[in-house]
Structures are given as C-alpha cells and as structure tokens.
C-alpha cells in the first residue's frame, strides 16, 4: 500500500511543471513549537515562502 501511495504521488509530482522562478525568500521556522517566535538557542529550519 505505501509503494502504491508512492508511486501516485511521484507519478503527481512528475506532471507538475517547472517553477517560473526560484524560491526568493527562505523563512526560519522553529522545530516542535506551535509558535513563529524563537528564543536564542531553539532549533530552526528555513522553509522557502
């Protein structure tokens, strides 16, 4: 089932066309917090908006 799952969303993704342009702005979101706010020494990633 999850090979399956898989495949249709490879198959989706393969047939959305190229982005007209690059991702300009990369946000920093924090890691297991349900808040935007961040305290010095939290984890955080940069999710592109």
């Known amino acids: ?3 399956l799952l898989h ?3 490879n ?3 393969e047939s959305m066309p190229e982005p007209s342009w690059p991702q300009s702005v ?3 979101v ?3 917090k349900p808040q935007t ?3 010095k020494g939290d984890e ?3 999710w592109p908006n």
Do not use: N, R
């Open 1 to 3: 089932m999850k090979s």
């Open 11 to 13: 198959t989706h993704i």
């Open 26 to 28: 990369f946000m920093p």
């Open 37 to 39: 706010k961040y305290k």
């Open 44 to 46: 955080l990633i940069y």
């Open 7 to 9: 495949a249709k969303l």
């Open 30 to 32: 924090v890691v297991d």
